[in-house]
């Protein structure tokens, strides 16, 4: 990490990329209020920190050897910033501000009139963001998977579906890329570009979403420790998108017999991530339980973890839902869900004054 | 399962409580509000059940193979209680009542003056019933094992402090019993027996602490399954004493690398427990964490899960303890954190009425 | 599954398919020795089988509702076919057939004399096939990510390596595919695509990587059941591609406190997955382990319990290696444990007769 | 710890232990071929070792912090023992010495006819330890316990059952102790004493058990890490006992959905734990599989991994056993998987010389 004095000047950060590229990393420039951190992608043990701390504007050249450091909490102090979650904003909606944000819609887009009934149903509940998945990772091939396996011409009818609800109803729209090829198409569609769980671990796809520009949403794989999801999310933070929204979805059950839910929600995590990155955090209870009864506990219970909000599968009739009906909420249950973590937020918040 | 008649005579009971122990089995008698109800406590495929339902004051006689039916909620509907947990009284205080309980002490009793001092800072900060390990289980041999390592003696000493801490501050008081040795002398000093996460699998620990006739609250092995928590504390219940209180203390975590948290606290098994049987759980943010940094959200997090309470390690000076100094608070921070939770529970209760 | 009558002819056949395709559904027609059978990709339920019992030709029409069912023992025995897993030939070289196949060279391909050092190394050890990664999967971005990192240029030239390794010292050679945009060039070099443990749930990337008529070979996931490890290849024969080669590489390890090897090595997923499928399975005792000093012991008893060859990484000298040198043995030591196993592989063939 | 000059004399010894015990400490008296080593039990933190340095016929005294040392290699490194598993004597059969030892018998003893009819079947099939349960742990209450469970009379017979069936058949005898009371009980009747994986972590046990100086078998908990299995082995060690057979018997398995194998054998931790201890480990496939179709094979797996011998449930007629009927093998079949194993233990004892 090469630390710039307070005066450094454009052509001086210039030249110190320009050495980095030379040693085969690649440089992430940040500008703070105070001073100038350029961020080294790559393996830092190629680097001669002593040649770099006496080029001109440089103040400090230090190697930092931990697999995340350009979300890490120690960069962002570097920079002078506070202490609190960086604010991604997407359209007029900010992801971890001050209040908590939630993101509802189906499982997946089944046709546009269901769309468009849920879609109303989540912003009368108090919604911020409409979700629906149109390339569905299934674990059996024999199962639905999503409008989008149709072809590029159903995918893209789905997706504008998708941005058509969202204009309608005044909401940002995500949804889930499933693979490299998606990327293109569906940031054509999309505010939020979600990487779900089962791709966590596929670099090429977060390097690739992360180029658009836009928003990330990346959920922690099921068998992944939180080490190794902050070191996927610098995969995006590595092309220079820092716009990266984690979540947190359940991990793999222990113990033996019957699971009573299908994951287990470590809402510890959501404290233990906030100390190791300036990163928002959500957590989506509907995956992570796969069960109707327990969202709303569960819900109240990320948002009294700390989380900076909550993405709720919901459905005006979970019962004929062709995936996951089994976890979705009705539109009335979401607007119980979302006025009550809204209460423990505001109480909470004014605990901590 | 023997559902009896509504006007059913004790003799009509005895008569089938002596018929059943013809068959090996042992009878668990739960007079409701309604009804009678006679569980069997054995292999059920021994009893010839269209012998019993034909018996003077038998309504109805019916096979239950779950390894979980005397602690079921199907046990306590069929006597006509409520869809509420069982109120367990420990003196003045009630476990699974209207209000969240919190337990707090030191991880180890260390000296009468440091559990005194203790005593008096969780009371104050409000906690209602004050812990004190005197036989501390250990991963190591060659680590404190708390002071009745050191002989009857020196057990019964601190075994004493703790009982006099708690009459002096007005609290009843827990300690955790390891061996089934260890029973008898605990159940003379203390209000509720505990028993360990560990010692979850030993069985005739369960049944030895059961038969004091106390409140013995268990606490689920990390390794274990839902099914088999319950399974477990059914063995207290065979007993006939259905004073048991849950404890979810965190699971085994899952993932490479370093572990952020000691344990992984799975809070969505307090709403899924509580759907399943009427005993009273409670959340230990303490052990699951291992952080006391993480201590203030999990604890908010547990009570807005639903938990019944919490059992929280506290200490006035965390550093200087002998034993998980790491994952204690102090008072103060523990009457934050019991105004957090209060003030939670509050809101959610007037959410749900 | 649509079962064909013994001397149903092409046409009738074709019709099937056309009927198939009429509700939504892919045919998978395979010509076993006895009978032809038509297994459906996709929902079943779907399907009208009595409308399908009584078309030309058709023998028996049934519904077959697990995850996993091309790439199943059933579908086999149906098509009149031993019970021995299927042989897969690449070159000269059988996988599945009656000896035990050793796939061996660097983690990551460093350079053309490395690679050509180590190809000669294993070849003179006794190997068959000669991997050696050039696209590398690691957690962290700022690790080495092999040589295909560099660009399509750098890629295509260490592929060619690849490639000219295999001719010279005549072994057949794998690679890994990280993403869907390498498949068609790493198609173009190698004889076996290899799909590594993280991109297991990479749906997209198993149709695309199964499209090219090559052998695949997955790997298992360390987060996934054996169920789920089935229904991802089941991606793969949906593609009418059956040459895949499953390879048990170790799942997350359970336990607290440090972990002694990388992963768990589920040996007993051997003979398990063979009970289900006709699909030959490796196991690669070097990334399970991440020990050198366990290899030996660790490929002896993968063949000892049952596995149709071994995926083990060589080095010449492990300590200058970029990736993974610690478990990595030299060409000298791989000798022993091909020699081991194979001793122990005739024993136990001899032993079964 | 504390090494002894070579020639220091038994007085010299006797001082040093009189000064830990000073401290609070115990001391672990072990005299080697050229040395005498005293090993410390509790924490070595309270031990001024410049202070032992100098007393007489110490040659050297330092602190070792491991939670697991007495049974540590490097302990027998300093005594100058062979790097080879301590020989524990049972009768005339040797464990961890040449020959790989075969346990077997049945899950729970039933009746005397059935204990010495399988007792016989495994004696012809080779086996050199006969096992049987009589106090079963089990997860459901309402499950046969063994006969044990019936008082203290049904269990004296069927331990006296054990030790005549031994007698007759010229085996020597282990059975599991499941509570503390049962110790002293089950030590009069039989050779060994087998504390299962449920109980590995219940410490009063494990010191009770090994004060009786019989050797202690125990099985790794199937949530406990290797470091946490072998602390725990040190409690034996601590009172003097170093007889201590370990036992792999599988952990929780990994993974969403159906469980194809009861447990996951780990069978990597044999030669892991090798590393470490000078303990003899042995495998246990019948409880980590749960399947009598996997025994063979994972019998053959666990021997090539370097087992120094196997633990195998058996019964001449698995189908009507009261107890884990689906996990049992025959005679018959035992005779055919210990002919594979000394078969492979011999090619393997050739290939390292």
């Known amino acids: 990490m090469i630390i710039m004095k307070a005066g450094a ?38 680097i001669p920190f002593s040649h770099f701390a006496v080029l001109p504007g440089v103040k400090e050249a230090m190697m ?24 991604i904003k997407v359209g007029n909606i900010s992801i971890g501000g001050d209040e908590p944000v939630f993101i509802a819609g189906p499982c997946a887009v089944e046709s546009r009139q269901q769309l468009f009934r849920i879609a109303e149903g989540v912003k009368k509940a108090g919604a911020h963001i409409l979700r629906g998945g149109v390339f569905k990772p299934r674990s059996s091939v024999h199962s639905f998977q999503g409008l989008g396996a149709g072809g590029p011409e159903e995918a893209e009818e789905a997706l504008s579906w998708l941005r058509e609800a969202g204009q309608q109803f005044e909401m940002p729209v995500i949804t889930e890329i499933r693979g490299e090829t ?9 505010d939020i570009l979600q990487i779900g769980a089962r791709n966590m671990y596929d670099q090429d796809l977060l390097t690739r979403a992360a ?39 359940g991990i793999i059950p222990i113990g033996k017999g019957k699971s009573y839910t299908r994951y287990t929600l ?29 969202i709303f506990n569960m819900s109240c219970a990320s948002i009294a973890a700390g989380a900076s909000g909550l993405m709720i599968e919901t459905h005006y009739n979970p019962a004929e839902a ?7 909420i009705t539109p009335d249950e979401l607007k119980e869900v979302i006025q009550a973590c809204q209460s423990i937020h505001r109480l909470l918040v004014k605990k901590q004054k």
């Open 182 to 190: 998606q990327v293109d198409l569906v940031a054509d569609y999309v």
């Open 211 to 249: 180029r658009k520009n836009k928003p990330v949403m990346l959920k922690r794989h099921f068998g992944a420790g939180i080490e190794e999801f902050l070191s996927f999310a610098e995969y995006i933070a590595a092309e220079g998108n820092k716009d990266i929204i984690l979540c947190e979805r």
């Open 266 to 294: 470590d809402l510890a995590a959501v404290p233990a991530i906030q100390k190791e990155t300036y990163l928002p955090i959500l957590a989506d209870p509907s995956h992570a339980t796969g069960r109707r009864d327990l």
């Open 322 to 328: 062709m995936v996951d009906g089994q976890q979705m």
């Open 64 to 87: 930092v050897e931990t697999p995340y450091k350009l979300i890490s909490k120690e960069y962002s102090k570097l920079l002078g910033e506070e202490d609190e979650p960086r604010v």
């Open 9 to 46: 000047t454009d052509a001086e950060v210039a030249n110190v990329v320009e050495e980095i590229k030379k040693y085969g990393l690649r440089a992430d420039v940040s500008r703070g209020e105070f001073r100038t951190v350029i961020g080294l992608v790559g393996d830092e043990r190629k």
